[in-house]
């Protein structure tokens, strides 16, 4: 079963330093999504890719944060000079085809810990 | 703008005991619905969705029904097991375009043997 993978699972660094995860979306979905999860909250969308064209951002989405699709395939989510407000469990999702109603597959996440 | 509101946690259930947990919603026209669930140290995993009016959706003996007169997705397990012990968010599709999803808080719930 190849479901949505997410590397590294977990990743700890000093303030300051620069971060990336990598999604590795379902092989056929064109549709991308990255979303944060603080501790007792859901889920808040930070950005979206339909196929290679990332075609919104949220505005929890700082300049310290860019994100990438190259070829419509795996995604990178880079954070620039670290805060400890950073600090969250960092999800992707995928999912297939036009309109709403295909649901949403998600990664386990990286957790991101800010020392 | 979209909204979801989910009750607020823990719930702490025995064995075989009822389920419900509350979820309504604020949006602009008539979003798809979904249930999602999250066990400790994993990502979200989709219970159940809705897509308009009226549907149930239904899985592992859990149901809800798409309420529009009550813009409500309310989440019910006739009897629950200790395995059900977990983190439930409720969830709206936006229909801007993107199909973004609006979470609730989430509400924990506690099964004891």
């Known amino acids: 079963d190849t479901g949505v993978s997410q590397n590294p699972r977990h990743k700890i660094t000093k303030r300051g330093q620069n971060v990336t995860f990598r999604c590795d979306p379902i092989?056929?979905?064109?549709?991308l999504y990255w979303y944060r999860q603080t501790l007792g909250q859901g889920p808040e969308f930070l950005t979206y890719?339909?196929?290679?064209?990332?075609?919104?951002k949220s505005r929890l989405l700082s300049d310290r944060f860019s994100a990438e699709r190259p070829k419509g395939s795996f995604s990178t989510l880079e954070i620039q000079r670290t805060e400890q407000g950073d600090s969250a469990m960092y999800l992707c999702?995928?999912?297939?085809?036009?309109?709403?109603?295909?649901?949403?597959?998600f990664g386990d996440g990286t957790r991101l810990s800010i020392l | 703008g979209n909204s979801v509101t989910q009750m607020e946690g823990p719930v702490t259930l025995s064995e075989e005991a009822f389920l419900t947990i509350n979820c309504t919603y604020t949006?602009?026209?008539?979003?798809?619905l979904f249930w999602y669930v999250q066990y400790p140290g994993e990502g979200l995993q989709l219970l159940l969705k809705?897509?308009?009016?009226?549907d149930k959706g239904s899985n592992k003996g859990f149901e809800a029904t798409y309420r529009k007169e009550t813009t409500s997705f309310h989440l019910e397990k006739g009897s629950v097991q200790v395995s059900d012990s977990a983190v439930y968010f409720c969830?709206?599709?936006?229909?801007?375009?993107?199909?973004?999803?609006?979470f609730g808080t989430g509400t924990r719930l506690k099964v004891l043997a």
């Open positions: 969830a709206l599709s936006d229909r801007s375009g993107t199909y973004k999803y609006i």
């Open positions: 890719f339909q196929n290679e064209a990332q075609l919104e």
């Open positions: 092989s056929e979905h064109n549709r």
């Open positions: 949006a602009t026209g008539y979003p798809s």
């Open positions: 809705a897509t308009k009016a009226d």
């Open positions: 999702a995928s999912s297939l085809g036009q309109g709403e109603r295909q649901p949403q597959h």
